[in-house]
């Protein structure tokens, strides 16, 4: 029992970083209707950024990661601006937007490779929660892990607030609603977009310096966040909620697998779930479903 | 630079060029994308090595039978995922192609991830040729047919399909299961070109990789695919020197290509005899009556 | 006893009920019309008949079988095909191809047969551009037979998804506002064809129109509908006349 709660709360930890990486995906599509992969290389750059700014400027932990965060909105903003804007402009179908989004994402993974002073090798971030763990009872929770846990979910609360209750987080809802009748209404859609990946980038950021202290950082954690991006398919492309769910979910599905099968399985479970998902509810959790205009 | 190294690196255009004529017929006329064709390649390469080296089967057969493994896979695949609407259907091939790796990965009985050597090298510049030629013939013929022209229909206009009684569901199907035996047997050509099998091989990349050709090469056009093959795989080969800064410049130009020149080199048009007269016979009219642009252009 | 019978028929979205038990009766070879004010619900059953989308309550018999919730392709098959109001062609294929690609019924060769180019596929693919050569002449598109769908005039356009509609030779063809955004002049010349067309290929029609001229001029029955529901039936004097329509249709007109 013990471990199965023991399981159960690493699960949780792990689902609430899935969460932010996914929300990015989720924001994105809810808006512009395609898969933004290029959002995985900007959470792998949040990582680089918060790992340079504490060993190489030896920033403050808070302030670290707090500019990790605003460099990968900024970054998030320039690859909307750079890749996706022409296309919008020209109404091209939502291809064209993948594949502009891989392009960003081979563009970004393999930048940080080439780049000499970064180079392909792990880097470890330094310490900032040691590593004795706090008990209560049987139970022993990391203090990262705890860490990773509030700090996710305070961001998704204000995400959640931002989104229900600000007014441009209404205008929002409004554009993901309908894109063409909000522009006609007099919202402003443009700046929407900027919103939309700045907050997404913003999040990535913090996803990437939360990942990075638990793991390590390296070019290719591209593995791990095309599991967050299964988990918004999960909980269903496009809703908040859903990829907030959908994350948790396979942040414990993962952890259990791996703990009563083999570690070895984990990630393949992602992706047999995402097959499954697909085939028994495509809408995922959370999404809805529509009869397209004839 | 010798005969050898030319020859190595159009013997490599050519098995990529496999997988992307089928891609070509399944997004460039039937409108589907798929990121997990890399995942057919793998299934079909690990099913001819099978052959070759187990069974101990003739090459020709073995990539025969390589096709036919990945032709079925993907019939399950599709019956289960060819209903899901646009976005969905290119993530479950994702998720597909992603599975593939990571099942070989686990499965110690084909080396698993440290890969498969010792693979006969069987695949030389010749017989690539030969079943690309194959590949082609086949290909055009059947786009060049009622069930071509279903494929083209539902590309186009998937509603109106149907209503003119087109099973678009079958068309897609028929269309997936062609481009996956060609992976297949793209596949198997690649085992016996390296000698081994590696599940990382086939990864993501990789599938994007082959959809980034067709594209490239402009959707709706054999010939531009071939073209597009032919380019994108060389090019990388010949700025190895560049090596890590190559596919950073490799990510910059797929972006580029998209803003700028989404209809690829072809643009939906074949390199013919008779598209090349026509385009002259264009290009002397507009000089006469200088109208606006010519051939590639409507 | 009609070749096509709405029984009961509700479609409902969410909460809107977009068409309301609904019955009606399409006679064999009549010209029937379909009218009502916008959001009436006509279009909308046009999509429940054809099966792009799924009947809440009800059913549809045509031609004596039920072709409830059937697939498209499979309706289209037993003889019903249609236009779109929102016209919706094979945009980037030429005005030939998306009549050779509708005629494809006609032949029935395999893939092999294609991809080895056997006998059969020649024959059969010589008589189907024969048909698409004759279609596009009746239709009257020849002179533009080769020019990119999406480049047409709006007129031709509709008059093209017409062509395309025949090339299966359908037993009931469904019109959704064909006259839509045409002058008075093509509006005429359009409904010429429409009666051309149903004595030469023996069709049953169902339009929609807004036009009143052309609804009343070539429609032997008609009926009205109105925020779903069914409000009045019959000739176009009938239809003229009835009350309940002047006040919600005809008045506000
Ligand atoms: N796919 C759909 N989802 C939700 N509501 C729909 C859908 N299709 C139609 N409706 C609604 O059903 C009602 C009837 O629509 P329909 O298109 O059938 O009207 P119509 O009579 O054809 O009008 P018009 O003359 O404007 O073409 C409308 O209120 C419309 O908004
Ligand atoms: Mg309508």
Redesign the interface.
């Given at each position: 029992m013990t471990q199965f709660f023991q399981q159960l709360i690493n699960g949780i930890s792990i689902g609430s970083v899935y969460a932010l990486m996914a929300v990015g995906y989720s924001l994105v599509y809810s808006i512009m209707?395609?898969?933004n992969f290029a959002h995985g290389g900007v959470i792998m750059f949040g990582a680089y950024f918060g790992f340079f700014f504490l060993t190489l400027l030896r920033f403050p932990f808070p302030l670290a990661f707090l500019s990790a965060a605003i460099c990968s909105a900024i970054l998030a903003l320039i690859i909307e601006r750079?890749?996706y804007k022409?296309?919008r402009e020209?109404k091209?179908p939502?291809?064209?937007f993948?594949?502009?989004a891989?392009?960003?994402?081979?563009?970004?993974?393999?930048?940080v490779?080439?780049i000499p002073a970064i180079g392909p090798t792990f880097r470890t971030y330094p310490e900032i929660f040691n590593k004795q763990p706090i008990k209560i009872g049987e139970l022993a929770m990391g203090k990262l892990d705890i860490a990773m846990f509030l700090i996710s979910a305070i961001c998704l609360i204000v995400l959640i607030y931002i989104i229900d209750h600000t007014k441009i987080g209404k205008a929002i809802q409004a554009t993901s609603y309908n894109i063409k009748a909000s522009a006609l209404m007099g919202v402003n859609t443009d700046f929407i977009l900027v919103t939309i990946f700045l907050m997404g980038g913003f999040l990535a950021g913090i996803a990437g310096v939360l990942f990075g202290m638990k793991y390590t950082v390296y070019p290719q954690i591209?593995i791990i966040t095309?599991k967050s991006f299964?988990a918004a398919?999960f909980g269903g492309?496009g809703s908040l909620p859903g990829a907030v769910i959908g994350s948790v979910l396979l942040g414990i599905i993962e952890t259990f697998t791996a703990g009563y099968f083999s570690s070895?399985?984990r990630?393949?479970i992602a992706?047999?779930l995402?097959?499954t998902v697909?085939?028994v509810r495509?809408m995922g959790l959370m999404g809805k479903v529509t009869?397209d205009k004839? | 630079m010798g005969n050898e190294y030319i020859l190595g690196i159009f013997t490599l255009a050519g098995i990529n060029l496999m997988t992307v004529l089928g891609l070509s017929l399944l997004t460039g006329f039937t409108g589907l994308f798929s990121f997990g064709h890399a995942g057919f390649m793998a299934i079909g390469g690990y099913a001819t090595a099978l052959m070759t080296l187990n069974f101990h089967w003739p090459f020709i057969p073995s990539l025969m039978v390589g096709g036919l493994a990945a032709a079925l896979v993907s019939a399950v695949l599709g019956k289960v995922t060819l209903k899901l609407k646009g976005d969905y259907f290119c993530i479950a091939t994702l998720g597909f192609g992603e599975a593939v790796r990571l099942i070989l990965d686990n499965v110690q009985t084909f080396g698993g991830a440290r890969g498969w050597p010792g693979i006969p090298h069987y695949t030389n510049f010749w017989n690539v040729l030969g079943i690309n030629i194959v590949a082609i013939i086949i290909l055009a013929n059947l786009i060049h047919s009622r069930h071509g022209r279903n494929m083209i229909a539902v590309r186009e206009e998937e509603l109106a399909s149907q209503i003119v009684g087109i099973n678009v569901f079958k068309y897609k199907m028929i269309s997936l299961v062609i481009s996956a035996a060609y992976a297949g047997i793209a596949g198997g050509m690649m085992g016996h070109y390296m000698t081994f099998l590696q599940p990382k091989m086939f990864s993501l990349v990789k599938s994007t990789e082959l959809t980034i050709i067709v594209i490239f090469g402009g959707l709706g056009s054999i010939s531009g695919s071939v073209l597009g093959a032919l380019v994108l795989t060389s090019l990388p080969e010949i700025l190895r020197a560049f090596s890590s800064w190559r596919l950073v410049f490799y990510g910059l130009a797929v972006i580029f290509i998209m803003i700028s020149r989404p209809e690829g080199l072809m643009g939906g048009y074949e390199l013919t005899p008779s598209s090349m007269k026509r385009l002259y016979r264009n290009i002397v009219s507009k000089r006469s009556k200088a109208v606006h642009s010519a051939g590639g252009d409507k | 006893m009609g070749i096509l019978e709405l029984h009961g028929l509700t479609k409902t979205f969410g909460g809107l009920t977009a068409v309301g038990d609904v019955n009606f009766n399409v006679e064999k070879d009549s010209i029937s019309g379909l009218i009502g004010p916008n959001g009436a619900g006509k279009t909308t059953i046009f999509n429940l008949i054809t099966g792009v989308y799924k009947v809440t309550s009800g059913k549809i018999i045509f031609d004596g079988k039920d072709i409830t919730n059937k697939e498209p392709y499979l309706i289209a098959e037993s003889g019903i095909t249609r236009t779109f109001q929102n016209i919706r062609l094979f945009k980037k294929l030429t005005v030939y191809e998306n009549v050779l690609t509708a005629c494809h019924y006609n032949a029935n060769y395999s893939i092999f047969d294609s991809v080895l180019r056997l006998p059969k596929f020649r024959k059969q693919e010589k008589k189907l551009t024969e048909q698409a050569a004759e279609l596009i002449e009746i239709m009257g598109l020849e002179s533009r037979k080769d020019l990119i769908a999406n480049n047409l005039p709006y007129g031709l356009q509709r008059r093209l998804e017409i062509a395309r509609a025949l090339a299966l030779m359908p037993k009931l063809l469904l019109l959704d506002e064909p006259a839509a955004g045409m002058n008075p002049d093509e509006t005429e010349q359009l409904m010429k064809l429409i009666s051309e067309i149903r004595k030469r290929f023996n069709l049953t029609i169902l339009i929609i129109e807004h036009h009143m001229d052309l609804i009343m001029g070539i429609c032997e029955n008609i009926m009205v509908l109105n925020f779903g529901c069914k409000l009045a039936e019959g000739t176009p004097t009938d239809v003229q006349n009835d009350k309940s329509v002047i006040e919600a249709y005809l008045g506000v007109e």
């Amino acid at each position: 029992m013990t471990q199965f709660f023991q399981q159960l709360i690493n699960g949780i930890s792990i689902g609430s970083v899935y969460a932010l990486m996914a929300v990015g995906y989720s924001l994105v599509y809810s808006i512009m209707n395609f898969s933004n992969f290029a959002h995985g290389g900007v959470i792998m750059f949040g990582a680089y950024f918060g790992f340079f700014f504490l060993t190489l400027l030896r920033f403050p932990f808070p302030l670290a990661f707090l500019s990790a965060a605003i460099c990968s909105a900024i970054l998030a903003l320039i690859i909307e601006r750079v890749a996706y804007k022409p296309l919008r402009e020209r109404k091209a179908p939502f291809l064209y937007f993948i594949i502009s989004a891989m392009g960003a994402s081979i563009f970004l993974e393999n930048l940080v490779i080439a780049i000499p002073a970064i180079g392909p090798t792990f880097r470890t971030y330094p310490e900032i929660f040691n590593k004795q763990p706090i008990k209560i009872g049987e139970l022993a929770m990391g203090k990262l892990d705890i860490a990773m846990f509030l700090i996710s979910a305070i961001c998704l609360i204000v995400l959640i607030y931002i989104i229900d209750h600000t007014k441009i987080g209404k205008a929002i809802q409004a554009t993901s609603y309908n894109i063409k009748a909000s522009a006609l209404m007099g919202v402003n859609t443009d700046f929407i977009l900027v919103t939309i990946f700045l907050m997404g980038g913003f999040l990535a950021g913090i996803a990437g310096v939360l990942f990075g202290m638990k793991y390590t950082v390296y070019p290719q954690i591209g593995i791990i966040t095309n599991k967050s991006f299964i988990a918004a398919v999960f909980g269903g492309l496009g809703s908040l909620p859903g990829a907030v769910i959908g994350s948790v979910l396979l942040g414990i599905i993962e952890t259990f697998t791996a703990g009563y099968f083999s570690s070895q399985y984990r990630d393949l479970i992602a992706f047999v779930l995402l097959i499954t998902v697909l085939v028994v509810r495509p809408m995922g959790l959370m999404g809805k479903v529509t009869e397209d205009k004839a | 630079m010798g005969n050898e190294y030319i020859l190595g690196i159009f013997t490599l255009a050519g098995i990529n060029l496999m997988t992307v004529l089928g891609l070509s017929l399944l997004t460039g006329f039937t409108g589907l994308f798929s990121f997990g064709h890399a995942g057919f390649m793998a299934i079909g390469g690990y099913a001819t090595a099978l052959m070759t080296l187990n069974f101990h089967w003739p090459f020709i057969p073995s990539l025969m039978v390589g096709g036919l493994a990945a032709a079925l896979v993907s019939a399950v695949l599709g019956k289960v995922t060819l209903k899901l609407k646009g976005d969905y259907f290119c993530i479950a091939t994702l998720g597909f192609g992603e599975a593939v790796r990571l099942i070989l990965d686990n499965v110690q009985t084909f080396g698993g991830a440290r890969g498969w050597p010792g693979i006969p090298h069987y695949t030389n510049f010749w017989n690539v040729l030969g079943i690309n030629i194959v590949a082609i013939i086949i290909l055009a013929n059947l786009i060049h047919s009622r069930h071509g022209r279903n494929m083209i229909a539902v590309r186009e206009e998937e509603l109106a399909s149907q209503i003119v009684g087109i099973n678009v569901f079958k068309y897609k199907m028929i269309s997936l299961v062609i481009s996956a035996a060609y992976a297949g047997i793209a596949g198997g050509m690649m085992g016996h070109y390296m000698t081994f099998l590696q599940p990382k091989m086939f990864s993501l990349v990789k599938s994007t990789e082959l959809t980034i050709i067709v594209i490239f090469g402009g959707l709706g056009s054999i010939s531009g695919s071939v073209l597009g093959a032919l380019v994108l795989t060389s090019l990388p080969e010949i700025l190895r020197a560049f090596s890590s800064w190559r596919l950073v410049f490799y990510g910059l130009a797929v972006i580029f290509i998209m803003i700028s020149r989404p209809e690829g080199l072809m643009g939906g048009y074949e390199l013919t005899p008779s598209s090349m007269k026509r385009l002259y016979r264009n290009i002397v009219s507009k000089r006469s009556k200088a109208v606006h642009s010519a051939g590639g252009d409507k | 006893m009609g070749i096509l019978e709405l029984h009961g028929l509700t479609k409902t979205f969410g909460g809107l009920t977009a068409v309301g038990d609904v019955n009606f009766n399409v006679e064999k070879d009549s010209i029937s019309g379909l009218i009502g004010p916008n959001g009436a619900g006509k279009t909308t059953i046009f999509n429940l008949i054809t099966g792009v989308y799924k009947v809440t309550s009800g059913k549809i018999i045509f031609d004596g079988k039920d072709i409830t919730n059937k697939e498209p392709y499979l309706i289209a098959e037993s003889g019903i095909t249609r236009t779109f109001q929102n016209i919706r062609l094979f945009k980037k294929l030429t005005v030939y191809e998306n009549v050779l690609t509708a005629c494809h019924y006609n032949a029935n060769y395999s893939i092999f047969d294609s991809v080895l180019r056997l006998p059969k596929f020649r024959k059969q693919e010589k008589k189907l551009t024969e048909q698409a050569a004759e279609l596009i002449e009746i239709m009257g598109l020849e002179s533009r037979k080769d020019l990119i769908a999406n480049n047409l005039p709006y007129g031709l356009q509709r008059r093209l998804e017409i062509a395309r509609a025949l090339a299966l030779m359908p037993k009931l063809l469904l019109l959704d506002e064909p006259a839509a955004g045409m002058n008075p002049d093509e509006t005429e010349q359009l409904m010429k064809l429409i009666s051309e067309i149903r004595k030469r290929f023996n069709l049953t029609i169902l339009i929609i129109e807004h036009h009143m001229d052309l609804i009343m001029g070539i429609c032997e029955n008609i009926m009205v509908l109105n925020f779903g529901c069914k409000l009045a039936e019959g000739t176009p004097t009938d239809v003229q006349n009835d009350k309940s329509v002047i006040e919600a249709y005809l008045g506000v007109e």
